[in-house]
């Protein structure tokens, strides 16, 4: 609900010139309605590929089923939109394992920390036991801050200044293993697809974990910065093509983020975006839902 209202701003903002009622009701489908949709879209972040697929949709549907008026083709668009979404909208699954063992990355600001943050509440709320690792070893700050977030949620951290990053992750996962845990939550170091070698990190960080633990990691989670537009879905692929990624956590979308990035990720790259954060506290994080998603991002 927080995410629909605070969407609806933005889309005033951004989008509502071309999508608002009062702009729809009147005109007609014609050419220069199909091209605000497409700038709508492209402002939006969706992205040319999925803006392209989903204008075609919208052609053909409108074609069948005879709509004259651009509020009709609005909803086919917001139904097209909601459908191409629709893949992405799947749970976190927990159980199959214990521990389940949870890795995510990210680029440094995404969110991340925040997000292990809030996804330990969430798990915490539905009696999951969590132990977080703390696999950014370099950074001191990155630390402390994630010591603060296990503080908060009252769960247990594995820590160590300095240490490697690939054997912390061990340590915890073993930990977990030995104490009984339900989800261990693995924080690794922020970092670029670009930098060669601390992708080359992460594999290694998989690899030490999958020695703790066979059929570990469980899940790999990418968490992106939902302003980030079409850059996002680089990252997307990139740190996909280097951990093999099973989940997505898109943050910011409380803020100006207009989101139609993720039409672009499930045009290309469909992975399931098992939350989205609305805000920087524990408790905003929400399951995503692609109907809601489409409405709030068409106003
Ligand atoms: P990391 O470097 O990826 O670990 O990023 P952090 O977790 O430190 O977050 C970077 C900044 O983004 C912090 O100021 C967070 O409070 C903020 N942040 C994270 N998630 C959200 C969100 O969903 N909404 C908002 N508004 N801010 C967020």
Redesign the pocket.
């Known amino acids: 609900a927080r995410l629909r209202q605070v969407t609806a701003a933005q889309v005033q903002q951004v989008a509502a010139k071309y999508f608002g009622d009062d702009q729809l009701t009147g005109g007609q489908i014609d050419e220069a309605f199909y091209e605000e949709l497409e700038t709508a879209l492209l402002m939006a972040d969706t992205g040319v590929k999925a803006t392209q697929a989903l204008l075609d949709e919208v052609r053909r549907r409108v074609k069948e089923s005879g709509a004259t008026r651009p509020v009709q083709a609005k909803n086919i668009l917001a139904d097209s939109l909601t459908r191409l979404l629709k893949p992405l909208e799947r749970p976190l699954v927990i159980g199959e394992h214990q521990p389940t063992v949870i890795m995510v990355a990210?680029?440094?600001?995404?969110?991340?920390?925040?997000?292990i943050g809030k996804l330990t509440k969430h798990l915490a709320d539905a009696g999951e036991t969590v132990l977080l690792a703390a696999a950014d070893t370099f950074r001191a700050a990155?630390r402390e801050?994630l010591a603060i977030w296990a503080d908060r949620n009252t769960v247990e951290i594995v820590s160590q200044a300095g240490g490697d990053p690939a054997a912390v992750s061990f340590d915890a996962v073993s930990a977990g293993r030995a104490r009984g845990k339900d989800v261990v939550l693995v924080d690794t170091a922020?970092r670029l697809p670009t930098q060669l070698h601390l992708m080359e990190e992460l594999r290694k960080i998989k690899r030490v974990v999958q020695k703790a633990d066979a059929s570990a990691p469980h899940e790999v989670l990418l968490?992106i910065d939902g302003n980030t537009g079409q850059n996002a879905l680089a990252q997307v692929k990139a740190f996909d093509e280097a951990l093999g990624l099973t989940g997505l956590i898109v943050?910011?979308?409380?803020?100006t983020a207009k989101g139609g990035v993720l039409a672009a990720i499930a045009q290309e790259k469909p992975i399931p975006v098992y939350f989205i954060?609305?805000?920087?506290k524990l408790e905003?994080l929400e399951t995503f839902s692609a109907r809601e998603f489409a409405l709030a991002l068409l106003g």
């Open positions: 990210g680029v440094n600001g995404a969110g991340k920390t925040t997000s990155a801050q922020g968490v943050t910011k979308l409380d803020g954060g609305v805000g920087e905003d």
